[in-house]
Each structure stands twice: as structure tokens, then as C-alpha cells.
């Protein structure tokens, strides 16, 4: 089955910066990579995704980039806010059946 | 638009008794329903996947009998914790979705359960 490995697992950042967070996964059927952002105790919110036909997208300061032959993709969120902090999780699934959460990543944003 | 409701939002129960917990679909008829449990400081884990109307599919390692699923709406779906136990003191999120597996999944906003 799917496995998905998640880096950082924390990410401190300077307001204004930049911050990245990899994933990679095993199945290659998979096709639908989304982000998602959760704050403590709240639901998860899907940010961005991006399917296997494309290699990038982008969204006001959020962006998204697959590599399917690496099979590993990454989220970039450009010029940081205090409010972006939160835990983000990766995940990955063949459509949107069964997704597979990667571990999670903690990102702090400074003032 | 597609807003998925939980209830209730936390609830305590002492030990060897059953917890219903309900998921709903408020302005969609979601043809499938998923349901995740999230331990502290860890990710979600995809417990059970259902169709309305249908048998639920569970994921290897979890107990179908002591997770019980019943998908009986395009708007409803509970999940009954049977017999619980401090170790199932975790966080249940469901996820709703309508029509084909293209389609998003929206996400309740999560069933804290704590069992003494």
C-alpha cells in the first residue's frame, strides 16, 4: 500500500520568509497530492492540490510542485505570516479514495 | 457550500460503555463518507471507508466489530465506538464526499473522545 514520508516535521521561520515542506510517496498509481493545514483541535483544511497531469501549481503565496518520477512532492509558501502557523499535512491516494497522510509538519511563523 | 457537521464535538465515557458518533453532510448528499482517527501530535489515520447503503470498507488493523459504521443516508453516517477503552481516546474526524472519487473530500470538524 501507500506510504508517505513527511520533512520537517518542525520548521521555525522569520516572518517574510520563506518555508518548505518535502513529502514523498511509494505507490506510483497514486495521482492526487493534497495540503492540508489543521490548527490545534480543528478540522483539516485543504490548502492546494495538484493531480499527476501537471508538474506545478500555484495559489497567491502557495505553491505546489510534483516530481512523479522522483515521486516526491513539496509545498512552498512564500513571504510567511504569523497566521500561517500551524501543522501541515501532505497526503496521497489514487483519485481521492484512501487518503495517506504523511506525518506532519509543525510551522512556526515569528513576528 | 459543502459544509460537514460532527456531533457531539467531545464527549467522556467510562470505560466498557458504547459511543455513537454522528457525521453529516448539510448541503450535500455525500456518497461517501471516510472516517480518521488522529492521536495527539500525530496524523490522520483512515479508519473506514463507506457508501451509502452499503457495507463499510475498514482498513487492515482496525476491528469492524468494535468500530461499527452504518452509512444508512446520503447524509449520514455514525460510527460506534463499542466496549471503549482509554486506548480508543483519540480524535475522530470524518470526511464527506459527493459524487465519483474526482471529486474533494470536506472534512468534519473532528469528535474528541475521552475514555476513562
Known amino acids: 500500500g501507500e506510504n508517505v514520508e513527511q520533512h520537517p516535521s518542525t520548521l521555525s521561520v522569520q516572518e517574510g520568509d520563506s518555508a518548505v515542506i518535502k513529502c514523498t510517496y511509494s505507490d506510483s498509481a497514486s495521482n492526487y497530492f493534497p495540503w492540508y493545514k489543521q490548527e490545534l483541535g480543528k478540522r483539516p483544511q485543504l490548502i492546494i492540490d495538484i493531480r499527476s497531469n501537471v508538474g506545478e501549481k500555484k495559489d497567491q503565496r502557495i505553491a505546489v510542485t510534483l516530481n512523479k518520477t522522483a515521486k516526491h512532492f513539496s509545498l512552498h509558501i512564500t513571504e510567511t505570516q504569523p497566521e500561517d502557523s500551524a501543522v501541515y499535512f501532505c497526503a496521497a491516494s489514487l483519485n481521492t479514495d484512501k487518503l495517506i497522510f504523511g506525518t506532519g509538519t509543525r510551522l512556526q511563523v515569528f513576528p | 457550500g459543502a459544509v460537514v457537521s460532527q456531533h457531539p464535538s467531545r464527549v467522556i465515557c467510562k470505560s466498557g460503555t458504547s459511543v455513537k458518533i454522528e457525521c453529516r453532510s448539510l448541503?450535500?448528499?455525500?456518497?461517501?463518507m471516510f472516517w480518521y482517527r488522529q492521536f495527539p501530535k500525530q496524523s490522520l489515520m483512515l479508519m473506514a471507508t463507506?457508501?451509502?447503503?452499503?457495507?463499510?470498507?475498514?482498513e487492515q488493523g482496525v476491528e469492524k466489530d468494535k468500530f461499527l459504521i452504518n452509512h444508512a443516508s446520503l447524509t449520514l453516517s455514525t460510527l460506534t465506538v463499542t466496549s471503549a477503552h482509554p486506548e480508543d481516546s483519540s480524535f475522530y474526524i470524518c470526511?464527506?464526499?459527493?459524487?465519483?472519487?474526482?471529486?474533494?473530500?470536506?472534512f468534519g470538524p473532528g469528535t474528541r473522545l475521552t475514555v476513562l
Open positions: 470526511s464527506a464526499r459527493w459524487g465519483n472519487s474526482y471529486n474533494e473530500q470536506f
Open positions: 463507506s457508501n451509502e447503503g452499503s457495507k463499510a470498507t475498514y
Open positions: 448541503d450535500f448528499q455525500a456518497t461517501t
